[in-house]
């Protein structure tokens, strides 16, 4: 079946406007998470959702991250107010509960903040 | 607080070798393991896992074995090819509410004809 899907699967902004990553996750997958893959920070956890338990956000950078995931399906990422260092590839994944169930990555969207 | 460390990159090795990466994780508790791939220009791909200690993940003539004793889940395969050249991230999970995935940095292996 289909994957996770990311879109769009580049975007490059001007610093200061605020941007927004989609995410769609495999078709009944109750789990989602965000990551950032960054030169200096390498993979790391940014928000988690499982079903309708408050989301898991201790991962966000700063207050100008916030994301949603809206009907338990496609989540999106938003940024606001863009810095250079927000520039990264931004990886959604999805799985089939929360747990050790393996996480099925998508394409990543690559952000460029200029 | 929970991390993995894996060795550093990048490796270089001829078609048939050995390959040895290692991965050592500090938990507080008992983690789930994992390798993830990263093949050039493509997404991450779970490689392999285990969920406990002495499980043994394989998959592609890879193998890791979880050992406890050593908190360590070393990535092996008996003979390279040019066609594993790669990233791959060694990871962790934990059994609380976020099972977020906690990366190492990753180390690339490139496979010489």
């Known amino acids: 079946g289909a994957g996770v899907s990311q879109s769009p699967s580049n975007k490059v902004t001007e610093k200061g406007k605020d941007v927004e990553l989609r995410c769609d996750p495999i078709s009944g997958h109750t789990a989602l998470y965000w990551y950032r893959q960054s030169l200096g920070q390498g993979l790391e956890f940014l928000i988690y959702f499982q079903g309708n338990s408050a989301p898991d956000k201790s991962g966000l950078p700063s207050d100008r991250f916030s994301a949603e995931r809206t009907g338990g399906s496609v989540s999106t990422l938003t940024i606001q107010r863009t810095q250079q260092e927000d520039s990264a590839v931004y990886l959604c994944?999805?799985?089939?509960?929360?747990?050790?169930?393996?996480?099925?990555f998508g394409p990543g969207t690559r952000l460029l903040v200029l | 607080g929970n991390s993995v460390t894996q060795m550093e990159g990048p490796v270089t090795l001829s078609e048939e070798a050995f390959l040895t990466i290692n991965c050592t994780y500090t938990?507080?508790?008992?983690?789930?393991l994992f390798w993830y791939v990263q093949y050039p220009g493509e997404g991450l791909q779970l490689l392999l896992k285990?969920?406990?200690?002495?499980d043994k993940g394989s998959n592609k003539g890879f193998e890791a074995t979880y050992r406890k004793e050593t908190t360590s889940f070393h990535l092996e395969k008996g003979s390279v090819q040019v066609s594993d050249s790669a990233v791959y991230f060694c990871a962790l999970t934990m059994m609380d509410s976020s099972y977020k995935l906690i990366f190492g940095s990753g180390t690339r292996l490139l496979v010489r004809p």
């Open positions: 285990a969920t406990k200690a002495d």
């Open positions: 938990a507080t508790g008992y983690p789930s």
């Open positions: 994944a999805s799985s089939l509960v929360g747990g050790p169930e393996t996480q099925y």
